[in-house]
């Protein structure tokens, strides 16, 4: 069961958002996991679940986080930033049968088949993604140049414009 709450302390002036995520009597809080931008009403999270090592992965505020059965959690900072959060979108992508890209706003985090983290390298907020081709992301700039990230390693490329 997953629930979102609020809270107002640490001397904070802004309300913080976290998950709480409730399995077999067990639960863990995800703190600055839950994305609250502006783009939609209500708190979102995305949850995507490893069918092979029963592990999960969380995704929506600054801190995105990994988690198995036991409710072992390894948190992983994204490059969001509260300050931006009226720019926060995300799209999954996947890649291969083997692996999966997050897209977001300032960022790309690339998971393995069991949810862990490989790379994450920068990307503007205006940049786009175009495809996946074998080895490698590719992504359009709002000057319509196109570059590429890695797959194996997240090292962005400028793509060659072709005649």
């Known amino acids: 069961m997953l629930h979102c709450f609020e809270s107002r302390g640490g001397g904070k002036s802004r309300t913080e958002q976290y998950l709480r995520i409730e399995l077999d009597g067990r639960s863990i809080e995800l703190a600055e996991g839950v994305d609250t931008g502006e783009t939609h009403e ?44 009226e720019y926060w979108e995300i799209e999954f992508v996947p890649v291969g049968e083997a ?22 390298a920068h990307k503007m907020f205006n940049d786009r993604f175009l495809k996946v081709e074998p080895s490698r992301l590719l992504f359009v700039r709002d000057d319509q140049s196109v570059f590429a990230l890695d797959i194996d390693v997240g090292r962005s490329s400028e793509v060659p414009v072709t005649a």
Not at 57 to 84: H, I, L, V
Not at 103 to 115: A, W
């Open 42 to 85: 209500d708190p979102l999270v995305w949850l995507v679940r490893s069918t092979d090592s029963g592990t999960a992965f969380c995704f929506g505020g600054e801190t995105a986080y990994r988690f198995d059965r036991n409710m072992r959690s390894e948190p992983f900072r994204t490059f969001r930033e509260r300050r931006f959060d």
């Open 99 to 120: 692996a999966l890209a997050i897209i977001y706003e300032s960022g790309v985090l690339y998971l393995d088949m069991s949810l862990r983290p490989l790379w994450q």
